[in-house]
């Protein structure tokens, strides 16, 4: 029930547009990269690695019920806040931190990933792209104080 890669570069398309145009938007990114996906896979099979990400994107897709949630790549999603879920930014990015329940014994279960969030700003940024890359970092941040 997440929008595909695809999906995300036409989003982002879209909200290049409105930035070339120089419309004022506000929107933040948050990126979620999923934990230990690879052991889950060798440990318990590709079926069971199946389930432990739709268990993520489910919390993600709870969670920002108003924002469209899409897988990136493997174990990557992104998610695009605009309007009231924009303004609900930092209380919505808590509860999916909040939401990490690590149960490596217990893939069905588990649900574990780092993610890092970033607000667009007319002054530093020229496209989605630029909000990406700084939503990137801090989730690489989150992933080494996770692996702590």
């Not at 230990?36 to 920002?64: A, P, R, W």
């Not at 209380?91 to 490596?104: D, G, H, I, Q």
Request: glycine residues 6%; charged residues 30%; proline residues 2%.
């Amino acid at each position: 029930g997440v929008g595909s890669a695809a999906a995300f570069k036409a989003k982002c398309e879209l909200i290049d547009s409105e930035i070339k145009a120089k419309d004022k938007i506000k929107f933040a990114i948050v990126e979620c990269d999923v934990n230990d996906l690879k052991v889950i896979n060798d440990t318990f099979g590709h079926d069971m690695g199946d389930e432990y990400l739709k268990n993520c994107s489910k919390v993600f897709c709870n969670i920002f019920k108003h924002s469209p949630v899409y897988r990136i790549g493997g174990d990557e999603f992104a998610i695009i806040l605009l309007g009231e879920q924009y303004d609900l930014r930092s209380s919505l990015f808590e509860r999916v931190r909040a939401s990490v329940n690590r149960k490596p014994d217990a893939p069905k279960e588990s649900i574990s990933f780092a993610a890092g969030m970033a607000d667009f700003s007319q002054q530093i940024d020229e496209c989605v792209k630029d909000v990406l890359k700084r939503a990137d970092t801090f989730m690489y941040i989150n992933k080494s104080e996770i692996k702590k």
